[in-house]
């Protein structure tokens, strides 16, 4: 069958549509193209005489194939992905798969790099074998990708810069006059909505401060850096504290689905009395004396846009030598397995309150054993505090 018979049969041009829509090209066994569609010559910009009886290079316009060397002679042609995927096909007669490859072709007299996906599929026609390249032309796609990734590496170093700047925030100082502090701090994701803090407030009293802001993430994370920057780390009754901040709050045109759960705990050494205050905090704290644990409990409102106005009660206890204060979020006690089953308050309670082992030691073991245990989901971010008094 010449070319001219091959071009108007109905029946071929029928199946070639059927394999493909996009620009497509015919070659025989030896790589001369027999027929191609409007597709693939508008991709090329190639007139009928540039592409029919050529061999691929050459109607591609391949920046190393030219009227004196044509396609597979150049030494360029032995790495040619695009002529290895019609070779392999001619020669094991089957399907290549496809691959997205770049590569300079001359349009218009202009050097153009593309990106372009090809496919090559053996035909049956009559007697006659042929073969079919299917190409996609996905330059756009690829720089979007190009660019997307871009983005997405300047917003992990950015998010990484802001962990960073997180971490710098959390407490370094393990010890402040007879109190021992050991924490872990676990945000779900590079960035956290937990905050903890603790610092001497004056010669008797000491602050300890843990809060949750709603959700986790960037958003979290910024209220994390507004809430430590808003402190008034002068104050020493934990209800006007907190009072402050929700008055800082509530300067905010905030949304209500935005709020802050926040315990605080002032221990005065020389009385050895521990004031709490509570905005909302979920999981009360517990004072570990002897054999016995006792949890505080104290109620509040969240800080938040709810209301236009506060007040927080304050509970006092004694606080001995030898004695232990514990303080976990949320995010350990909501860890679950996927039957919907909790670690619970309780086990964090009694497991925390181990005084036979160093409490860093302690701390980490409970974190481990629930973070490393596949069958728990982790959905929030994570703290835990001990405040031993020595």
């Known amino acids: 069958m010449n070319i001219e018979k091959l071009k108007d049969s ?12 996009t620009p497509i090209f015919v070659v025989d066994k030896n790589l001369i193209i027999q027929s191609y569609n409007d597709s693939f010559s508008n991709l090329f910009s190639k007139t009928e005489n540039e592409i029919i ?11 190393f194939a030219n009227n004196r060397q044509l396609c597979g002679e150049s030494e360029h042609c032995i790495k040619c992905v695009l002529r290895s995927h019609m070779e392999k096909t001619v020669r ?31 035909l049956d026609f009559g007697d006659e074998q042929y073969y079919i390249g299917i190409f996609n032309d996905v330059s756009d796609i690829v720089k979007l990708e190009e660019k997307v990734y871009s ?20 407490p370094t100082e393990k010890k402040i006059g007879p109190l021992h502090f050991s924490y872990i701090f676990k945000p779900c994701e590079t960035l956290g909505g937990d905050f903890l803090d603790f610092y001497r407030i004056d010669r008797q009293n000491i602050a300890l401060i843990i809060a949750d802001v709603s959700g986790h993430g960037i958003t979290s994370s910024m209220f994390t850096m507004f809430l430590y920057s808003i402190l008034d780390r002068d104050e020493k009754n934990p209800a006007l504290l907190l009072g402050s901040v929700f008055k800082e709050f509530s300067k905010f045109n905030i949304a209500s689905e935005t709020y802050i759960t926040m315990l605080v705990a002032v221990i005065n ?44 009660e304050e509970k006092k206890i004694r606080y001995k030598s030898g004695d232990r204060l514990i303080f976990f979020s949320d995010g350990i006690t909501e ?18 309150s181990d005084m036979s082992t160093p409490p860093e030691k302690l701390i980490n073991s409970v974190f481990s054993s629930s973070s490393e245990n596949k069958n728990y989901i982790i959905n929030d971010d994570i703290t835990i505090a001990i405040v031993d008094y020595k």
Do not use: H
């Open 151 to 170: 983005q997405y590496e300047k917003m992990r170093r950015d998010l990484l810069f802001a962990r960073g700047l997180q971490t710098s925030l959390l």
């Open 10 to 21: 109905k029946q071929f041009m029928q199946k070639l549509m059927e394999v493909a829509v």
């Open 335 to 352: 860890m679950r397995t996927e039957n919907s089953s909790f670690i619970g308050g309780d086990y964090m309670y009694s497991a925390l």
């Open 92 to 122: 094991e007669n089957k399907s290549s798969a496809k691959e997205v490859v770049e590569k300079e072709f001359i349009i218009d007299n202009k050097v153009v790099k593309k990106q372009l996906s090809i496919e090559v599929k053996p």
């Open 269 to 312: 050494t020389r009385n050895k009395t521990v004031s709490f205050a509570n905005a909302g905090f979920t999981n009360p704290p517990a004072v570990v004396s002897g054999n016995r644990i006792e949890q505080v409990e104290i109620s509040g409102i969240p800080i938040s846009n709810w209301v236009s106005e506060v007040e927080y």
């Open 53 to 63: 009886g050529k061999l691929p290079g050459n109607a591609f316009g391949c920046v």
